[in-house]
């Protein structure tokens, strides 16, 4: 067995590799990029190496850099997680011949299977039944357009080293299989090094299920059962769980064995997945995955089995320990993907500072971040992944929905009141869930207001703050007369919003002269600095108003009571002072606007103003200054977190100002273009609609 190993990947599945290897004794090396260097995997490598810039391509996709790390360290074995290098079939070569064992299957078998276009040729040669599509590598967009027409609308346009929901597009008709080609080619170069794409028929509504294989050097290989995957958004999943509600044991049998068909069609020694779609109780062969998936742990926990200990292992050239009738599934488990995206505008991804970090100890959370982890736009936004298991699936949704409701993520929104409704959707009680499930139940609430509690326990917050800066904080409100009104105007997003907190709680005598007893609440003890804490105000938003008090607070967690109800407040302030806030899993970041001017409180909406929803970096500009364009039109696209992002025009009119080029490097608030509303002028007829921004959830499918 290896004494010591490298870990060419960051995040979750560097600090998953290095928690297995420990318990073998095993010593860990992590590599870094500039953005890295106080990661949490780098913390908890015994050494680690630095290889480069933050971008992917000037780091974690350098070979070099990386077999030199382990060379100068002495690591015997690599091991290459997911994502990067994992399924790069000249990497793993060049690993091999540096005489450095790769932890995963030998190049010829990357080459013939983590290649997607050669995959389905040998998959069809195993007798295993596959999406028909054109399984050549296509070369401009022109002939993608032209291959999508003869295959017959919709397609799916994928990178054949594609994987991750990245270099991958849907397209309903021409203009979406030209545009869509250009950007999975970006993607696929960025992300893999590799641009090579294919076309395959879209299959609409089917289930998306994975088979996970092991092999060994000595001839063995055996399946683990299977994975539902087919909770997904922009075709990256988002929901996992095993055993599928959808397979019995005789479907689950077939599987398998056309799995450990392909697998021993070229000699297969690792872990692995092969991945079917499944309709009207077929299924066909998608793609092999050759490599650990992100979604391993539903595996683990319904097997008992390691499945980074076994990969080790049979890297080392040990026997696999176990026979295919030794595989026993043992109740539910369900992954969800905590990510750092907004739902509510098309899942874009986010960035910032994790201000606070806490996850609940009673499920498995395999996280790559704590307290202080910059999130930024180099890298996937994937923070965590919250895993249950219980006796039957039910138990192990309800152990899993509890558990997303007791993860702090302060500094950056997140997808987990998403996840938590996703989970409690009838649709996924029922074991119903296809891959367009979230497209056809999870409409996008951008223009939603916000919710009434999260104003309350922002205003709360603010006041509580306010007054514990002053002298005595127990007379923040006192009046000399009347009661005591506070105006707050907050603002959250592109809304300002107008509120006020009105004072009633009793004060004890003696009171200052020509106070009422009921403006005051009670003194506080010696020394404390009691602020808004156990005072009850009325609250005023718009025509409603609701009693609140501020019961307790401690550290970043408050409890609120409102409206009747005792509700839990997470919150931190960041450095410019905004105040990050969740409160019964809905999130907001609410800047206090009350002592700004007029103008700046005024709502961004209607301003015709286009700026990045997070940093990144300028990859096209789709029209001209000046130029005429329609609400919806794709107008900048943006690079982030190794995906590409359309911003559209926000209203019909003129692009009056165009403040970016490409290339440029942009954050949130800058301002990218202006479009200037004007009449519409109708539409001549051949003239395309615009297509939807690469945010945006499929509409159909």
Not at 134 to 141: E, G, K, Q, S, T
Not at 368 to 386: F, N, Q, R
Request: charged share 20%; proline share 6%; hydrophobic share 40%.
């Amino acid at each position: 067995m290896f004494t010591k190993i490298l870990i060419a990947n960051r995040g979750e599945i560097a600090c998953r590799v290095i928690a297995t290897a420990r318990k073998m004794g095993i010593q860990t090396v992590a590599v870094y990029s500039d953005a890295d260097k106080e990661a949490r995997h780098v913390k908890l490598a015994d050494e680690a190496v630095h290889i480069g810039a933050a971008p992917s391509r000037e780091s974690y996709l350098l070979a070099d850099k990386i077999i030199d790390a382990a060379k100068q360290t002495g690591a015997q074995a690599i091991h290459p997680g997911y994502g990067f290098l994992s399924e790069n079939e000249a990497f793993a070569k060049r690993v091999e011949e540096e005489g450095i064992a790769f932890i995963g299957p030998k190049h010829y078998s990357i080459a013939a299977m983590g290649d997607k276009i050669a995959s389905k040729k040998l998959a069809n040669e195993a007798k295993v039944n596959t999406i028909p599509g054109y399984n050549d590598a296509i070369a401009r967009p022109e002939q993608a357009v032209e291959i999508a027409k003869g295959i017959g609308y919709p397609v799916m346009i994928k990178a054949s080293a594609g994987g991750g929901g990245k270099g991958l597009r849907v397209a309903f008709n021409d203009k979406e299989a030209y545009e869509g080609f250009a950007s999975c080619r970006n993607e696929a170069r960025n992300s893999f090094g590799d641009d090579r794409m294919f076309i395959e028929k879209f299959v609409q509504e089917p289930r998306h299920i994975e088979i996970q294989i092991l092999g060994d050097s000595h001839g063995n290989v055996i399946y683990l059962g299977e994975r539902d995957c087919s909770i997904q958004r922009r075709h990256q999943k988002v929901i996992e769980e095993a055993p599928s509600p959808a397979v019995d044991e005789s479907l689950r049998a077939r599987m398998g064995e056309a799995a450990v068909r392909a697998a021993r069609a070229i000699g297969y020694v690792g872990a692995g997945t092969i991945e079917f779609l499944l309709a009207q109780g077929d299924f066909v062969f998608m793609e092999m995955n050759t490599r650990l998936q992100v979604e391993h742990p539903v595996t683990e926990l319904v097997t008992g089995l390691d499945l980074v200990d076994l990969q080790l292992r049979v890297a080392a050239g040990e026997p696999l320990p176990l026979s295919q009738s030794d595989v026993q599934l043992d109740g539910h488990a369900i992954e969800a993907r905590l990510y750092a995206e907004n739902p509510d505008a098309g899942f874009l991804p986010q960035t910032g500072t994790l201000l606070a970090w806490n996850a609940p100890s009673s499920v498995r959370v395999d996280a790559g971040v704590d307290t202080g982890t910059e999130i930024t736009s180099h890298y996937d936004p994937l923070l965590a992944k919250v895993i249950a298991h219980g006796a039957t699936r039910d138990a192990a949704r309800q152990k899993l929905v509890a558990a997303l409701r007791d993860t702090t993520a302060l500094g950056v929104t997140t997808n987990k009141a998403f996840l938590v409704g996703c989970l409690e959707h009838p649709e996924f009680f029922a074991g119903r869930a296809t891959t367009d499930f979230i497209a056809a139940h999870f409409a996008p609430q951008a223009d939603a207001d916000p919710r009434s509690e999260l104003l309350a326990a922002a205003a709360l917050i603010l006041a509580q703050r306010s007054a514990a800066r002053l002298p005595q904080p127990e007379l923040a409100f006192w009046r000399s007369s009347g009661a005591a009104t506070t105006h707050f105007t907050l603002g959250l997003g592109n809304r300002a919003v107008s509120l006020r907190l009105t004072f009633v709680s009793p004060h004890p005598s003696p009171l200052p002269a020509g106070a009422r007893e009921q403006d005051f609440p009670p003194l506080p003890a010696s020394g404390e600095r009691a602020g808004v804490r156990g005072q009850r105000f009325e609250l005023t938003i718009g025509e409603t108003s609701n009693e609140i008090e501020l019961l307790s607070c401690d550290g970043d967690t408050c409890r609120i009571g409102f409206a009747g109800l005792q509700l839990a407040v997470r919150h931190a302030f960041d450095a410019e002072g905004r105040l990050h806030l969740e409160v019964d899993g809905a999130q907001a970041v609410v800047s206090d606007l009350t002592m700004q001017p007029a103008l700046s409180r005024e709502s961004a909406a209607g301003s015709g103003r286009i700026t990045p929803p997070m940093n990144g970096r300028v990859v096209a500009v789709l029209a001209a200054a000046g130029a005429r364009v329609t609400r919806g039109q794709g107008l900048i696209v943006l690079e982030s977190m190794k995906m590409e992002h359309t911003l559209a025009a926000p209203c019909d009119g003129v692009l009056a100002e165009l403040a970016c080029a490409v290339g440029e490097q942009v954050a949130p608030g800058k301002l990218l273009a202006r479009v200037e509303a004007t009449p519409v002028i109708p539409a001549k007829a051949g003239i395309h609609e615009p297509r939807e921004p690469h945010g945006s959830p499929p509409a159909r499918g």
